[in-house]
């Protein structure tokens, strides 16, 4: 009896020990901590294999191709520049492609870093290139493959580690961002009891299925986004935890990558929380300033940072007159650009032919998109300000909202780019599911989180390829 006693003081009822037994008909219908029912093992067996068909896939058409096609060449030649005394912003992978972000960056990719590629050679007139005349990342025509070789193995290992890394960095941000609403650590184990687990499971599921489109196209480009939401993640989760300062550090990582998220540094600002703003000057400081001046050192630093204005930051505000990265990433009709701005340049000219239209938004189209993000910026200002406490919702609502608005204002805006609604979207689906068995869904929450999922999978499907394959077939 007094082992009774003492064991309903360590787990506070009788319904626990029954939960906590070694009962194998208990272990199975109510499985303890991390021990996964077969069905949970089911799954996760056909996700782990469906990332791994996927992993091939990405394989196949980058580092076994003649010419990758990913974006991740470029990423791993800037940083091979960056730590050999290179032009960072001259380097080009075998597209061409330059790499647009800042130096930080580069320097912590140099794990990643990949020799520049060998300039091509010339050919006789009217010779063809071929896979005997042109060497492995330049296009060549006829088969695409190219097999796995001495000299494009290294590509091929960067390849492998970046797309684990990115699923690494999707279920991390998922987890982190339900434990921040569930006020959980991140290595607390899931409940026991069947709806508290199920709740536990779709917490963490639904987000990255409604955001799978903009998941699975970053990783097709090998593209950094998936990085920044794991850093984003972790900076909300140590927010929640009210471990500001750290929660400020990561939060800025972001905006040192790529500069639309800048207005996510808003929120401790607006909040009047001092010590998260103290950690994101902190992490601006040392992404931005310290950590180029120890490599590249104080004069090359201020050179590079002139050069990245020059280059891109005037172009894609509309000013500056250096044209070099028009047709990667600033002329509104030259790539895949999801913008508001890029909206209403199309929808002025829609009657022009694409390649035919303006280069440049004009200063009327900027000036509304301006407008625009000032009206979304105070009305996140006055939904923050009317809350007189941040619970974990409302802190992921508010950096959803303030997400949301610079993907509006931001001259570019790639498809993946919705990615970064993680937060918004995980807030919502929390707010929408029922918090006991016999509780409702908040359809008016939820069905604004399908219609997004639904958009977001209808852009990332390849309607142009499937037509034409298609159009091949019937013909």
């Not at 927010?239 to 808003?266: D, H, I, M, N, W």
């Not at 001046?293 to 004069?299: C, D, E, L, M, T």
Request: glycine share 8%.
């Amino acid at each position: 009896m007094l082992a009774g006693v003492r064991f309903r003081s360590r787990c506070g009822s009788f319904r626990e020990f029954a939960v906590r037994s070694p009962s194998r008909r208990c272990m199975k219908a109510f499985p303890r901590g991390w021990r996964l029912s077969r069905c949970e093992r089911s799954w996760l067996l056909a996700g782990a294999l469906g990332l791994v068909i996927f992993g091939a896939v990405l394989e196949k058409r980058t580092a076994l191709r003649h010419q990758p096609m990913t974006d991740l060449g470029a990423f791993s030649c800037q940083a091979w520049a960056a730590w050999h005394g290179g032009d960072i912003y001259g380097t080009t992978d075998w597209h061409g492609w330059h790499c647009q972000y800042p130096p930080g960056f580069a320097i912590l990719f140099g794990p990643l870093a990949h020799p520049l590629p060998e300039p091509l050679p010339s050919l006789a007139p009217g010779e063809r290139r071929t896979s005997a005349n042109t060497p492995w990342g330049y296009g060549v025509q006829g088969g695409n493959f190219y097999g796995l070789h001495r000299d494009n193995f290294r590509f091929f290992v960067i390849v492998a580690v970046w797309y684990m890394a990115s699923v690494f960095f999707a279920l991390f941000s998922a987890h982190a961002l339900a434990c921040a609403l569930e006020g959980n650590r991140l290595r607390d184990e899931p409940p026991a009891d069947r709806f508290s687990r199920r709740r536990w499971w779709a917490l963490r599921l639904i987000p990255l299925l409604v955001c799978i489109g903009s998941i699975g196209t970053e990783w097709s480009r090998g593209q950094v986004d998936l990085l920044m939401l794991a850093a984003i993640a972790l900076g909300l989760y140590l927010a929640a935890s009210l471990r500001e300062f750290s929660a400020g550090f990561c939060l800025s990582f972001p905006a040192t990558v790529k500069l639309f998220p800048a207005l996510l540094l808003l929120y401790p600002l607006w909040r009047w929380r001092w010590r998260m703003s103290a950690g994101v000057f902190a992490g601006l400081a040392f992404f931005l300033i310290l950590l180029p001046g120890a490599v590249f050192g104080p004069r090359k630093t201020v050179d590079v940072y002139q050069t990245l204005s020059r280059v891109l930051i005037k172009p894609s505000l509309g000013q500056g007159t250096d044209k070099s990265r028009s047709t990667e990433l600033t002329a509104m009709n030259n790539t895949d650009n999801q913008s508001l701005l890029a909206g209403i340049h199309n929808w002025t000219h829609h009657d022009v032919p694409r390649r035919k239209r303006p280069e440049e938004a004009s200063p009327l189209a900027r000036r509304a998109v301006y407008a625009t993000g000032l009206v979304l910026l105070a009305g996140v200002a006055l939904a923050m300000r009317l809350r007189r406490s941040d619970s974990p919702l409302e802190l992921l609502l508010s950096t959803g909202l303030l997400m949301g608005a610079a993907l509006v204002i931001a001259p570019v805006a790639h498809n993946y780019y919705y990615l970064l609604m993680l937060p918004l979207i995980a807030a919502l689906v929390d707010y929408g599911m029922p918090r006991n068995p016999d509780g409702p869904w908040l359809m008016k929450v939820i069905v604004p989180v399908v219609v997004f999922m639904v958009f977001d999978l209808s852009r990332a499907c390849p309607w142009r390829e499937i037509s034409c394959a298609i159009g091949e077939h019937l013909s």
